[in-house]
């Protein structure tokens, strides 16, 4: 039998936020580097790195990263100071944004850093400029034009003139004879030094360097752990055929790793990973700026008083929990495989729990706290960032409630769940959107990212691909029958019955572990669900139930929702031989087939009717454009003519003919609205089931 476990195992999380300013850090101790000790290369193109050494006191470590690394380093770093120690700020180098610091100067582009565009984009700068043949002129500038000229064979050349406020007047000058300008405001001399050395310098500049601030007492072990981009590792096999057949052959297989780092990996432990973790890179080391929109200034306007409608909240039915208070805790970072999984974080640190670890290596350098309706994180002790400077600092770590699961979803596209996580936030304090860096077991298990979560919110998040587990879908059955036509005031209604019925088979073929798969279904809105696994929770547009799949077995989620609804119809948007065919398959009963067979008859007679009357009009237009023609003709024919008396004879006739129309029309008419007032009774009259 297969049991669900819907124990949320509490999971360990550490993070750090940060923060850019413009002072260089002042830590004690020398900078040192940690050699690394364990690589693990996967298949989605990035590496885990692990560095490890050891520490005497308060003490700075260095870690080297070329530019294009240096986002995934603040993405992922884990650093451990064991043995009492604790972690302090990291700090790195940022570079403001050129944008930023070209606006200040009036420009957008480093290309737009011409003579003309700057002397335009900075009218009334006090200015000193040395002319070609001419005395230097003081003065402010007033703008720069072009000048078109023609020469004697009709070719025109443009010049720029600059034009400058002095004490003697308006002087202009052309940029072409201009040999320097010297700007007499030094803070604005300041200015382009210090844009054109950050240009020359984000140009230039190939590597960062990131500092780890360690405190503490005495000799302390210290491990940093981090991913970066590295280089697919590939396979090779060769098949060797015996000559003797005796139906075996000789398998080998090679892997191709490649470094393209700087420096050496000197007798480091190195692990293959094959599947698949979810990666991506966020610019974390470009300072971000949000634009904020200017408002004009509000003049006497009153707040208006607003209401707000009540949420309405949608809990999880609730589920047996198989297992105590106790038995929770410690399935805390419970490990995969423990002891054995690659490039894990404790490998050298037996004696710590995961959790024992998080704990003796991070205290949070800050406090959260609410200030009306605001949150925020207080920062415990002062921070010195230095100039160009960036600092991390550990702001949170608390145990949260989690539990591993693989998720399946209608659109993946895979054979196969990804791996993820089932988190509450049973802290009390709110989580700020940002990246997630997870490892399974101390091993790097791929990259997830969160939105805000308030306290006692629960998320769901994937960071790879459970390769293991197998997912079928089918949408066995979607299906459209009519139930019941039946006749009320006048309308028709008909009832339809709709069905749809899916179907999703599950494949643990790992033989060692079992798992909890979420599997979603597209929520129908307005249709009754039935089915057989009972639903563990419902989010918009989606219908999510929780199934425990053991060691190397299989199951299914069937599913089944059903929908009535009621259209009503005009009678004329539907024929009798529907209505037939409809009561031969039992949706029509015998008397709602004769209501509207009496229906069709009248319906009948009343069309006869207005056929003829069509026909008559028709008739009336046609003797009416006759007698017209025939005017035209008597017109240019003298009265004593055979022709004209023959002419008169034949509108005589129409004439008759329409007098004849026009009573046979008032009389159809009349039988027709007699017989559609009668239809219009008999269908008001109906109810009929």
Do not use: C
């Not at 240096?70 to 940022?94: C, E, F, H, Q, W």
């Not at 009334?124 to 703008?143: K, S, Y």
């Not at 929702?561 to 398959?585: C, D, G, H, K, P």
């Amino acid at each position: 039998m297969i049991t669900t476990d819907l124990v949320r195992r509490p999971l360990t999380f550490a993070f750090v936020a940060g923060l850019a300013a413009s002072a260089t850090p002042q830590a004690a101790g020398p900078v040192q580097e940690l050699p690394v000790s364990r690589v693990t290369l996967y298949r989605s193109g990035v590496g885990s790195f692990e560095r490890a050494g050891t520490v005497d006191g308060t003490a700075r470590v260095r870690l080297d990263a070329s530019a294009e690394q240096i986002d995934d380093l603040l993405k992922s770093l884990v650093v451990l100071d064991l043995d009492g120690g604790r972690v302090g700020p990291v700090t790195y180098t940022a570079d403001e944004p050129v944008t930023r610091l070209l606006e200040t100067l009036g420009v957008s582009s480093p290309e737009q850093l011409t003579l003309n565009r700057i002397l335009s984009g900075f009218k009334g700068a006090a200015v000193e400029v040395d002319v070609t043949g001419r005395d230097t002129i003081a003065g402010r500038i007033l703008g720069v034009d072009a000048i078109s000229f023609a020469d004697g064979g009709g070719a025109v050349t443009s010049r720029s003139r600059v034009s400058l406020l002095t004490s003697a007047g308006i002087v202009t000058v052309f940029d072409d004879d201009i040999r320097s300008i010297a700007f007499e405001d030094s803070e604005l001399r300041a200015d382009f030094d210090a844009l054109l050395t950050s240009l020359a310098q984000q140009r230039t500049e190939q590597s960062r360097a990131l500092e780890i601030e360690l405190l503490g007492r005495g000799e302390r072990r210290v491990r940093a752990v981090y991913t970066q981009e590295t280089p697919v590792w590939k396979t090779s096999y060769r098949v060797l055929i015996p000559e003797t057949d005796d139906g075996t052959l000789q398998l080998q297989g090679w892997a191709l790793v490649e470094t393209t780092t700087d420096s050496d990996r000197e007798a480091i432990s190195l692990s293959l990973v094959a599947g698949r973790p979810v990666g991506f890179t966020m610019p974390l080391s470009q300072p971000l700026f949000v634009q904020r929109p200017e408002l004009a200034v509000p003049i006497e306007i009153s707040a208006a008083p607003k209401s707000y409608a009540a949420g309405r909240d949608t809990s999880k039915q609730e589920l047996e929990r198989g297992r105590t208070a106790p038995d929770r805790a410690a399935g805390m970072l419970r490990s995969v495989a423990p002891n054995q999984a690659p490039g894990r974080l404790l490998d050298m640190v037996e004696e710590l729990s995961a959790e024992d670890a998080m704990r003796s290596s991070f205290a949070a350098s800050a406090s959260a706290d609410e200030s009306g309706e605001v949150f925020f994180y207080r920062l415990d002790d002062p921070v010195t960032v230095g100039r160009r400077q960036s600092a991390m600092i550990p702001i949170l770590t608390e145990a949260i409630e989690g539990r591993r699961v693989s998720i399946t979803s209608p659109g993946d596209g895979i054979d196969h769940p990804m791996r993820g996580l089932e988190m509450t936030n049973s802290s009390d304090l709110k989580l700020m959107p940002g990246p997630v860096s997870v490892y399974d077991g101390g091993a790097f298990a791929g990259d997830a990212q969160i939105g805000y979560v308030g306290a006692g919110d629960d998320r769901m998040l994937s960071f790879g691909v459970d390769l293991d587990v197998s997912i079928e879908r089918r949408t066995q059955d979607r299906r459209e029958r009519i139930e019941r036509i039946s006749i009320r005031d006048g309308v028709i209604i008909k009832r339809v019955f709709n069905q749809v019925s899916d179907r999703v088979s599950i494949d643990n073929a790992d033989t060692k572990r079992g798992r909890t798969v979420i599997v979603e279904i597209n929520a129908l809105e307005g249709w009754e669900l039935e089915s057989g696994t009972p639903l563990y929770e419902s989010a918009p547009g989606l219908h999510r139930f929780a199934v425990e799949v053991g060691a190397g077995q299989d199951t299914v989620v069937a599913t089944t929702q059903r929908r009535t609804s009621s259209t009503r119809l005009a009678f004329t948007s539907i024929s009798l031989e529907q209505m037939v065919s409809y009561n031969r398959t039992g949706s029509v009963s015998d008397e709602v087939l004769a209501a509207f067979r009496g229906y069709a008859e009248r319906r009948a007679a009343i069309d006869d009717l207005q056929r003829t009357i069509n026909d008559l009009d028709a008739e009336t237009g046609r003797l009416s454009q006759d007698q017209e023609r025939i005017r035209r003709l008597m017109g240019s024919l003298s009265r004593n003519d055979a022709l004209h008396a023959r002419y008169l004879r034949t509108l005589e006739q129409h004439e008759d003919r329409l007098e004849a129309i026009r009573g046979e029309r008032s009389d159809a008419e009349a039988q027709r609205q007699r017989l559609q007032n009668e239809l219009n009774e008999y269908v008001r009259g109906l109810r009929v089931e």
